[in-house]
């Protein structure tokens, strides 16, 4: 049984909660989601999942509990997978957990919000679509890319942490919450 922890802060945690369910079931693992309001909810997860939502909104939610104090000291001291989208990639580019540079809503007005087919490879080369919500951009790109919307770059994979600046739990297309589980399946 993999436990898998959520972030419960602010955003889209139910979508998430909802494709890593399904995920689960397309890959036939048995898992309990853990929703992350404390520190001492960290105990024991196998796989993260930082949702999208407001990054400094998160950031006042948590303050007064350390759980992200608690969740950046588990994933810098081990191999717990981390799937963050949007919000959460930003969160983990702002602690040095991942090394790509971001920038918080770099899309212009015209393209604040917007839907588009993306390339993605990180189990072969494929199409996804790409939901962007007052995105963040990569905007130097990255040495660790596995998504491309045309030619920037929106998704990294930097060993057990993969940061989206979309949101694939806003489509029903469960491959990237199949890579987390795989990959807790792994460790
Ligand atoms: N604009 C948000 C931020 O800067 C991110 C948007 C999202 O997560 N959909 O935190």
New binding site residues.
């Given amino acids: 049984m993999l436990t898998v922890g959520i972030a419960m802060l602010q ?2 945690r139910h979508e998430h909660m909802h494709s890593v369910l399904k995920a689960a079931e397309n890959l036939e693992i048995p898992i309990e989601i853990r929703e992350l309001r404390k520190a001492v909810d960290i105990e024991g997860i196998d796989a993260i999942i930082l ?8 950031k006042i939610a948590s303050r007064s509990e350390d759980l992200f104090k608690g969740l950046w000291e588990l994933i810098r001291n081990s191999e717990t997978p981390v799937l963050g ?4 990639a ?1 969160l983990l580019a702002q602690q040095e957990l991942i090394t790509t540079p971001i920038v ?2 770099a899309f212009g007005r015209q393209k604040e919000s917007f839907q588009s087919k993306i390339r993605i490879n990180f189990d072969g080369e494929d199409e996804f679509m790409g939901v ?5 951009r990569f905007t130097e790109g990255s040495n660790y890319p596995i998504a491309w919307y045309q030619d920037e770059v929106v998704g990294v994979q930097e060993g057990n942490i993969m940061a989206l600046t979309f ?1 694939p739990e806003l489509t029903e297309d469960y491959r990237f919450h199949e890579w987390l589980l795989n990959k807790a399946r792994e460790n």
């Fill in positions: 955003g889209a949702p999208g939502g407001e990054s400094t909104a998160m989208t949007c919000a959460g930003i918080r809503n962007f919500i007052r995105a963040p949101h």
